[in-house]
């Protein structure tokens, strides 16, 4: 199979065609072999327009999504990332090209261990993968510029906001399923704003739900 020219095509018609104009996101989607991200049985289809399963309850995000919540991001070479469900380390590599230094958690052992290896054979040097809870956030080396929850939530733990720098921003996909919305949560001068752009519906991450409430 031809990757490097299904790469080509899902920049083309799955990701210019859902108003991700950056020139640096699109040059990272064109740059990072999604083939090496996903199990080796489903390399032939690295590149569809779909969620990809990487193991029980885990997927990589589809590119076009995935690309409109970096857009959103307004990523900069300053800029220390966290990520939150690293995965198998897709969003790692992407967020690699364009950020200045990134930090990608993850609670499965397993795909640490995997996006570790591949983010090394890519020369992804300014990534390191962490293991630890994805709702504590990793603050060994908070705050961070930017946070991108790397899946659906239902809410965000206070953890992950407090380890926003003043005048950094969380990006996430707040809900499941059609009614989830894409939103930045700002934070300047200890405070938090919260602005929300378009519908995404996107797979969720373990953990993350609101706890429940008893109603009459």
């Known amino acids: 199979m031809d990757f490097e020219a299904a790469r080509t095509k899902m920049v083309d018609n799955q990701i210019r065609t859902t108003d991700v104009t950056s020139h640096s996101i699109l040059s990272a989607f064109l740059t990072v072999p999604r083939e090496a991200f996903v199990p080796e049985k489903l390399k032939p289809l690295a590149y569809i327009d779909t969620d990809i399963e990487i193991a029980p309850g885990r997927y990589l995000m589809e590119a076009s999504p ?6 959103l991001a307004a990523i900069t070479k300053n800029d220390l990332v966290l990520e939150v469900g690293c995965g198998t380390g897709y969003a790692s590599a992407i967020l690699s090209q364009v950020a200045g230094s990134v ?3 993850e609670s499965d052992a397993t795909l640490a261990a995997e996006a570790t290896a591949r983010l090394s054979t890519l020369g992804c040097d300014n990534v390191a993968v962490v293991t630890g809870d994805l709702e504590a956030g990793y603050v060994n080396e908070a705050p961070y510029d930017l946070i991108f929850i790397n899946g659906a939530v239902e809410r965000v733990p206070e953890a992950l906001l407090s380890q926003v720098r003043d005048g950094g921003r969380l990006v996430l996909v707040e ?9 930045v949560i700002a934070r300047e001068r200890g405070a938090y704003a919260e602005s929300v752009f378009f519908n995404l519906s996107v797979k969720p991450l373990p953990g993350f739900r609101k706890a429940a409430e008893f109603v009459f």
């Open 66 to 71: 995935m690309a409109k919540l970096l857009q």
């Open 103 to 105: 930090v990608s958690l």
């Open 175 to 183: 809900g499941y399923g059609n009614a989830s919305h894409a939103k």
